[in-house]
């Protein structure tokens, strides 16, 4: 059985809000990094704001910490968080088979969405910058279909694509050890060898992709990943990076 990496703390929760919220809550008193697990959240949230289903089995957690940087290199967490959790996964179910990443942030398994990730960082003055990694992943169940939104990929989990059961707790300690691995090489090799590694691992790459914001539609082929994290298309009036948006397919 693996063992839980030396270097970081853990914090469970039967019960809490969510435990983004519990992050803001504890950064200030945070010294070296702290990973938080719950078993139940009653406000969850996702992207832009939206409401995350939170039943029991499935795993809510979120690591906060200093990564030691300015908001530009924290971000690029992300990525580091997306393949943690693949090898996660590859870890429970013994292959890589029908796993890949959707930027900017979810992991797909056959096809649907098994898990996401919510980056936020918390600011405590002059190089005092935190991060909170949110990261769901549906174990156990998945959302109904008719939750999420219209042209979103459908909802999965591991245990109703594969038939692995797994424990939050067990599932964790997959996820803190390969997310320190890749932390690890950030920090040491910078961020060329983990966009390699994400590309190698992207959903739909060479593919056309719409990508929506609050604001505009673009639609293009996934050329890429930038040296910043940045969606890269190739479109009809030319090539775009866009920094933030929703990808749908």
């Not at 936020?120 to 949110?134: I, K």
């Not at 390699?196 to 959903?203: N, P």
């Not at 992709?209 to 030319?238: H, K, M, N, P």
């Amino acid at each position: 059985m693996s063992v839980w990496p030396e270097a970081y703390d853990l914090r469970i929760y039967d019960e809490i809000d969510s435990t983004l919220a519990e992050a803001a809550r504890i950064a200030p008193g945070v010294s070296r990094p702290v990973w938080m697990l719950a078993r139940l959240q009653t406000a969850a949230r996702a992207r832009r704001g939206r409401n995350w289903d939170s039943p029991r089995g499935n795993l809510y957690s979120t690591l906060v910490y200093n990564p030691g940087c300015g908001p530009q290199q924290a971000a690029l967490r992300s990525f580091v968080a997306a393949l943690a959790l693949f090898d996660a996964c590859v870890a429970v179910i013994g292959r890589a088979e029908g796993l890949a990443l959707k930027w900017p942030n979810d992991v797909l398994l056959n096809g649907g969405k098994l898990a996401g990730i919510l980056l936020e960082s918390l600011s405590l003055g002059p190089d005092r910058l935190y991060l909170a990694v949110g990261i769901g992943v549906n174990l156990a169940d998945a959302p109904p279909v008719e939750a999420v939104e219209p042209g979103a990929v459908r909802p999965v989990s591991l245990a109703g694509e594969t038939g692995v059961l797994i424990t939050p707790d067990d599932f964790l300690i997959e996820l803190a050890l390969a997310y320190d691995r890749y932390e690890a090489q950030l920090s040491t090799e910078g961020f060329a060898p983990i966009r390699s590694a994400w590309l190698a691992r992207a959903a739909r790459l060479g593919e056309q992709i719409v990508a929506r914001t609050g604001t505009s539609e673009t639609v293009g082929i996934f050329e890429t990943i930038d040296t910043d994290g940045q969606l890269v298309l190739s479109t009809a009036s030319g090539r775009v990076r866009i920094p933030a948006a929703d990808v749908y397919f």
